[in-house]
Each structure stands twice: as C-alpha cells, then as structure tokens.
C-alpha cells in the first residue's frame, strides 16, 4: 500500500526525490503514513480546497478496506 501512495505522490510533484514517507502502526493496529514533499509541491499535493488529498486518501482508504485494515494519511510540512 506504501509503494501505491508513493507512486501517486510522486506522479503529482515536480521534485518527486524529496518525497518522503514514514509508516507508523499504533496499538489499534492503525496504519498512518506521513507524507512530506518539497515546499513548492505541497499545493500540488493538496489541491485546491484539499481535493487532491480528499481524493488521496479514498484511494488509499478502498485499498485498505479491501485489504481488511485501516490507514490514515497525513501531510506534514
């Protein structure tokens, strides 16, 4: 599920080296991906009214719910 949001990052940035992605489980066995890209990226990322990161995070959510898990996604600065 990782290798999938990093591709779709990565897609979307000009600089898709800066793209950086921490995966954290908590003791619910709740899966959080922390998403960091370059500062000029971050708009790219979010989109305009947090469309793209809405529209990021139900992919990733279908994905889960197919695998059984739950995930969140972050975006940090």
Known sequence: ???ILETIIKNLVDNPDEVVINETTNAKSITCYEVKVAKDDMGKVIGKQGRMA???RSV???ISAHEHKRVTVEFLD
């Open 60 to 62: 990733i959510k279908a």
């Open 54 to 56: 809405k529209a990021i």
């Open 1 to 3: 599920m990782k290798e």
